[in-house]
């Protein structure tokens, strides 16, 4: 990322044992060419030293509202006149909390009630704590009180307390690549509009039930999150999942079913440059939906099902003149022969392919390994990588073969 070179970036951390990686986060920025000064609260200081952060940040920490020898007197004011934005990391029930209901009792929370400029929050505290209703309400305050107030989802894994849970502070690196792509620079896509469906369809049976699969919609979003990473308009469609962009220039409409999907898409497809189907959307659907929860009355029960409408055929066979359409395929059997089937009769410009068989790839996997095919045949075989990395890979082949087209 070179979105954050020449910034100026405020670190705030507060007391939790998560702190020890934002030692990490600094070096980050200080290696994009940042400037990185430091706000830590009294129980911060409990888990990192005031050395060891002045000596990643390069600059005085400030840990006191009444401390002396800074620049400005008023050094939360200056500070928040000088920066570009506030990254809080790891942020506590108590500091978040306070943040809420605009308490400010120390250099922290003193330099969040002045500053006005976007401000991320990562959140890292015990699963039990993160969940508790207090906690996520002083969260939802703070999301509808702050236009540029960001809340980084928290992780799933083993926690300091030696338990497993949500609460978990996001890994260092992706803070940084979230925090950098705020900082919009333009790029290969500059003013270039980007359709993006992800995740799976749900389709009703009941008011209870569904027909479903096992999509996390996480290589959809990451190829999203790429586009705008890049300078692109991006519009991403997305089938319910709990995952959320990191690039905040993303406009999302979620929807549940295929037929959703499907208005949705066609919608914005009128103005997309490039279209992308990464969704795995369900073929089939309940042809009846029942109003009230079907009963265990028999011991069989038949579902008459009817066919979804294939969206990605509709958007190929409809495809302008200056559209680029991406589709994606999961096979089983004949990968390479049914996966140019599909190119072909849906015309398309190429197909991402995956295999069900390949161990590292699919559903609910933080990795994935493509084949990717045009109509000329194999253009890139994938090595094994995070579902992020894949995202570059395929983003930078769509961006040298639309520029081939059409710039």
Same mark, same amino acid.
């Given at each position: ?81 000088? #920066?570009?934005?506030?990254?809080? #990391? ?33 959140? #890292? ?283």
């Amino acid at each position: 990322m070179t979105n954050c070179q020449a910034k100026h970036i405020v670190i705030g951390i507060s007391g939790g044992i998560a702190a020890y990686k934002t030692l990490t986060l600094i070096r980050l920025f200080k290696k994009a060419g940042c400037e990185v000064k430091v706000v830590a609260t009294r129980n911060a200081l409990e888990f990192v030293t005031p050395l060891t952060i002045e000596t990643l940040s390069q600059n005085k920490l400030c840990s006191d509202l009444f401390e002396t020898g800074f620049e400005h007197s008023v050094q939360h004011i200056a500070m928040s006149e000088w #920066a570009d934005c506030l990254v809080i #990391a790891p942020a506590t029930a108590n500091l978040i909390g306070k943040m809420a209901h605009g308490i400010a009792d120390d250099a922290l929370t003193t330099l969040f009630l002045a500053f006005k400029k976007p401000i991320f929050v990562a959140p #890292a505290m015990n699963h039990d704590m993160y969940r508790n209703p207090g906690v996520q309400e002083n969260i939802e305050i703070l999301k509808r009180r702050y236009k540029d107030l960001h809340f980084i989802e928290t992780r799933t894994g083993a926690l300091a307390c030696g338990t497993e849970g949500d609460g978990r502070m996001e890994e260092p690196e992706n803070i940084f690549n979230l925090v950098c792509s705020s900082f919009h620079q333009g790029g290969d896509l500059e003013n270039v509009n980007i359709l993006v469906s992800a995740g799976p369809t749900y389709e009703a049976i009941d008011p209870v039930r569904f027909i479903g699969n096992h999509s996390s919609g996480q290589m959809g979003i990451a190829i999203a999150d790429e586009m705008a990473d890049n300078g692109a308009n991006v519009c991403l469609v997305c089938g319910p999942t709990h995952l959320t962009c990191h690039n905040s220039n993303v406009s999302r409409i979620n929807v549940s079913s295929a037929i959703e999907m499907r208005k949705h898409c066609v919608e914005n497809a009128q103005n997309a440059n490039i279209i992308i189907m990464a969704a795995a959307v369900a073929d089939y659907r309940p042809a009846v939906v029942a109003s009230q929860k079907i009963k265990k009355s028999d011991e069989n029960l038949n579902i008459e099902l009817t066919k979804n409408p294939d969206i990605l055929l509709e958007l190929g066979r409809n495809k302008k003149e200056n559209q680029f359409v991406v589709g994606f395929a999961l096979e089983s059997e004949n990968e390479i022969e049914n996966a140019k089937v599909k190119l072909h009769n849906k015309n398309l410009d190429f197909i991402v392919l995956n295999s069900v068989n390949n161990p590292k790839a699919g559903f609910n996997k933080p990795t994935n390994q493509v084949t990717i095919i045009d109509k000329d045949g194999i253009v890139l075989q994938g090595k094994a990588k995070s579902k992020e990395d894949v995202a570059k890979d395929i983003v930078n082949l769509i961006i040298k073969r639309y520029n081939n087209m059409f710039k």
